[in-house]
């Protein structure tokens, strides 16, 4: 993996949980996740949404109810945390600080 892309898949993370962090109840589906990736500049496919959800699901920073063609994904406290920089994990972006 180019280091392009390793650096595309952090920030993608952070991403995730930032929006999730965002919503009531902590909780969006992969669906409405890949519009706000678009809407941020992290243009990612159906795909790649689900596979990062895994892979935060795996390391404990969010959970998921798998519907077949509808995911739902929900922050822990875990992942809220690195969401609003009080924690970090080198997989995922560090948020820059607010203001800056």
């Not at 390793?6 to 930032?18: D, E, N, S």
């Not at 998921?64 to 994904?73: H, K, T």
């Given at each position: 993996m180019s280091d392009y892309?390793?650096?595309?898949?952090?920030?993608?993370?952070?991403?995730?949980?930032?929006?999730?962090a965002a919503c009531a109840e902590y909780t969006s589906n992969a669906s409405i996740l890949?519009?706000?990736l678009r809407g941020v500049g992290v243009?990612?496919?159906r795909?790649?949404?689900?596979?990062?959800?895994?892979?935060?699901?795996?390391n404990g920073f969010a959970t998921?109810?798998?519907?077949?063609?509808?995911?739902?994904?929900t922050a822990t406290d875990?992942?809220?945390?690195?969401a609003q920089g009080l924690a970090t994990h080198p997989d995922i972006?560090?948020?820059r600080p607010r203001g800056v």
């Open positions: 892309q390793v650096t595309l898949r952090r920030h993608r993370r952070l991403a995730i949980l930032r929006h999730l890949v519009d706000v243009t990612s496919t795909s790649q949404v689900i596979t990062e959800l895994a892979w935060l699901a795996e998921l109810d798998d519907r077949g063609d509808f995911v739902i994904a875990r992942g809220a945390e690195v972006q560090r948020p």
